[in-house]
């Protein structure tokens, strides 16, 4: 069996040989961090992550080299950075933001499922890099300064728009809409330019006296070169990045290092549309990652079938993501995760440690494997899946390790598993129920709406429910029991306060281990009794 990936840049679906198969380099364009991620933007990192997981099987996860970059300078950041912290310096306003949008994207890529790239490379970070491919560019005739500004001169590379084959027409008309007058040729762009006051400021290459900043492309020839090196394997994004930004990232690479190619395969991910059109705040069908999480059209969309639906279509069609298609996905995972839950169940494996053993080194299946190594279809992939028919445990197990591989299935999901059963066979043992009180945490602190909901309706199903008193304290108590478990608690904490008062010793101590029963924990301060849950 072969892997074929489609490359934009030849227009072919081709046969996918590494440069070096101890070391298969994919690069893909990261976000721009100055807000929550939309739902597009989860796109290419689900795609580029079912990639990352075939390769590393392939290949051997220790052979393959993953870059995400993430953007942090750029307009929108600052602009950003003075409307939320008007009171602070620019360069620490930008700092929370880049901090704070940077935190927000892991943690919901993550609930998506998606696997941490080898390296995530910041912007900033790489300046000097990004000077000295400049200066390069510069001594090899292919940039020029002009009014502190360096530029590439688009027609110093022969074969410049290889990529986006747009006519030579069209890019000079393109340009024209706003052709700064020191610019030799409409086509030129920016790989420096100087900074406004406040803004964030380097020293400028090229023997430009005033401080200034990266233009937008150069960024990922910058970071690609320092951990992927001249040439390398697959570089991936969204369609929309064909041009400028991938077409300039070329011409600056391969003019930089005197190459026929940056990468051997370009892959580019089609677009998401919400509701049948392009996302806009302004047309109200703009939506978040995190929204979806936690809430949109009535629902919290657990982050596994996010990803299940996003694996409905293949990458490079486009998706329109309307309530219709998540709610088909989330039921439709739903229904194939009790399945797995029962099939498990059937067949006695109902500790944790137990189920991880038995998915450990599982292969996905070949029906699995041959689908995506056909330019990613996961479609085909997630139709094999389903197609399982017999749930038997071989079958099972089998599902769970396609479902694991193609990132749907994680840890929480399987502990969920183990849970269920535990809590079912003995309902009684207040330690199981603070183990299900654990897993509830465990999932909202994994932002995993689905494995709560899960949880939650476990308890209900038990006649239990439970109840977040605060961010991290939860009370269970019977849902049939109107008195508030709150209410009983404080009762007999001032029951037990007066028996003290009393000095009846064996009335208190009999209170206190009362509440114990109930899985109270009293402590007593200067300032009074206070309680909390056992852990
Ligand atoms: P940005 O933060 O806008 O630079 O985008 C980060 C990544 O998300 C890039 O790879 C974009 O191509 C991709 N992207 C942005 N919007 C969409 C969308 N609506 N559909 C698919 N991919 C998108
Ligand atoms: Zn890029």
Redesign the pocket.
């Known amino acids: 069996m072969e892997l074929k990936l489609y490359d934009t840049l030849t227009r072919e679906k081709r046969v996918f040989k590494p440069l070096d198969p101890a070391n298969v380099r994919m690069y893909?364009?990261?976000?721009?961090?100055y807000d929550f991620?939309?739902?597009?933007?989860?796109?290419?990192?689900i795609v580029f992550d079912v990639l990352f997981r075939l390769l590393r099987h392939l290949y051997g996860v220790d052979h393959v080299t993953y870059v995400r970059n993430i953007?942090d300078v750029d307009d929108k950041i600052n602009a950003r950075a003075a409307e939320e912290y008007p009171g602070l310096p620019l360069n620490a306003a930008i700092r929370k933001v880049t901090e704070k949008t940077d935190k927000q994207f892991h943690e919901d890529v993550a609930a998506l499922g998606c696997l941490p790239p080898t390296v995530e490379p910041r912007a900033t970070e790489h300046i000097a890099e990004m000077k000295t491919l400049i200066e390069r560019l510069v001594a090899s005739g292919n940039a020029y300064v002009a009014e502190d500004n360096v530029l590439f001169s688009v027609p110093s590379m022969h074969d410049y728009g290889r990529l986006s084959k747009k006519p030579l027409d069209e890019l000079i008309a393109g340009a024209r809409v706003e052709v700064a007058p020191y610019k030799r040729d409409a086509r030129d762009f920016v790989l420096w330019k100087p900074s406004k006051p406040g803004e964030p400021a380097w020293p400028s290459p090229a023997g430009i006296s005033a401080p200034g900043r990266p233009g937008w492309h150069i960024e990922c020839s910058a970071m690609s070169w320092k951990y992927l090196g001249e040439t390398f394997d697959i570089h991936?994004?969204?369609?929309?990045?064909v041009f400028p930004?991938h077409e300039d990232e070329i011409a600056q690479s391969r003019c930089a290092f005197h190459t026929p190619v940056m990468a051997n395969f370009w892959m580019?991910?089609?677009?998401?549309?919400?509701e049948g059109e392009?996302?806009s705040k302004s047309a109200g069908n703009f939506v978040t990652i995190r929204e979806l999480l936690r809430g949109w059209k009535g629902h919290a969309w657990p982050g596994s079938a996010i990803r299940w639906a996003m694996l409905q279509t293949h990458y490079r069609q486009?998706?329109d993501w309307n309530i219709e298609m998540i709610s088909r996905s989330a039921n439709e995972l739903l229904g194939l995760l009790n399945r797995l839950r029962a099939g498990f169940r059937a067949q006695g494996l109902v500790d944790f440690d137990q189920l991880r053993n038995a998915l450990r080194d599982r292969k996905p299946s070949k029906e699995v494997l041959s689908t995506l190594m056909d330019d990613l279809n996961s479609p085909e992939a997630t139709a094999a899946v389903r197609a399982h028919k017999s749930w038997n445990i071989e079958e099972t197990i089998r599902c769970a390790a396609d479902l694991t591989f193609l990132g749907v299935l994680k840890d929480s999901d399987i502990r969920y598993f183990a849970a269920f059963h535990a809590i079912s066979s003995d309902v009684e043992n207040s330690d199981k129920m603070m183990g299900l009180a654990t897993d509830y945490q465990v999932a909202r602190a994994n932002n995993d709406p689905l494995f709560a909901a899960s949880v939650l309706s476990q308890f209900d199903n038990l006649g239990l429910k439970i109840v977040e008193k605060e961010s991290s304290l939860l009370v269970i108590s019977k849902k049939s029991d109107n008195s508030n478990f709150d209410e009983s608690v404080q009762r007999l904490i001032e029951e037990r306060a007066k028996a003290r008062v009393a000095k009846n010793w064996t009335e208190s101590d009999r209170i206190r281990d009362e509440l114990a029963k109930m899985g109270v924990v009293l402590k007593d301060t200067k300032d009074g009794t206070t309680w909390e849950i056992a852990r």
């Open positions: 893909v364009c990261g976000p721009t961090v991620a939309h739902i597009g933007n989860a796109r290419p990192v953007t991936g994004g969204g369609i929309d990045l930004h580019h991910n089609g677009f998401l549309q919400v392009k996302m486009p998706i």
